[in-house]
């Protein structure tokens, strides 16, 4: 997303504290992580649904919820949420290569939102919920337009919209709170807004 700096809040020098281990898994979610392990962070709207649906796939070691894309340093939710810091709500997924590989990943990815949403998903409305990939190397960078494509072909056949995905190196990820934190854990009954369209992503 592209924000004017000059409506962009300022944010904070020093992190969002938060404890570090994975409710679910007891991992470490900060980095550094294991030799061997990969990154790719993802926005397909709000990201109780979203780390959920990632952290259940072998071959995910951890996951987390943050804010990446936009300007504000370190932002809170409450800031995030008006749309005057560029971020989207994103899941960061820490995962094993020899056990699932980048498509795998990419392929729930489209299949579990609708990418040609704009700002929003459903009933969340915002820039913070727009679809996004950001990227850690230039395989993932690669993948991710390929796929698009791909996955652009199988919704026009099925006669859907535009994909307006974002991707985009890796710039920088902010975590997000502790509650939010394997939110649907905590929560079980919580809210979850993921709908994809029904549309199989011909990859893999």
Known sequence: MTLDPDRALPG????????GVHRVNGRSMLPPFEAGLREIVLGLGCFWGAERLFW???????TAVGYAGGVTPHPTYEETC?????????VRVVYDPQ???LERLLQVFWE???PTQGDRQGNDVGSQYRSAIFT??????EAARRTREAYQQALARAGGGTIT????PLTA???????????????PGGYCGLRGTGVSCPIG
């Open 112 to 114: 579990a939102h609708d």
């Open 56 to 62: 259940q796939l072998p071959g995910v070691v951890v």
């Open 136 to 141: 850690t190397g230039d395989d993932q960078l």
């Open 165 to 168: 995905t974002e991707i985009a």
């Open 173 to 187: 990820f902010y975590y997000a709170e502790e509650y939010h934190q394997q939110y649907l854990d905590r929560n």
């Open 99 to 101: 056990r699932i590989d």
């Open 12 to 19: 904070r020098d020093t992190p969002i504290p938060v404890s």
């Open 82 to 90: 008006t749309g005057r810091t560029g971020h989207a709500e994103v």
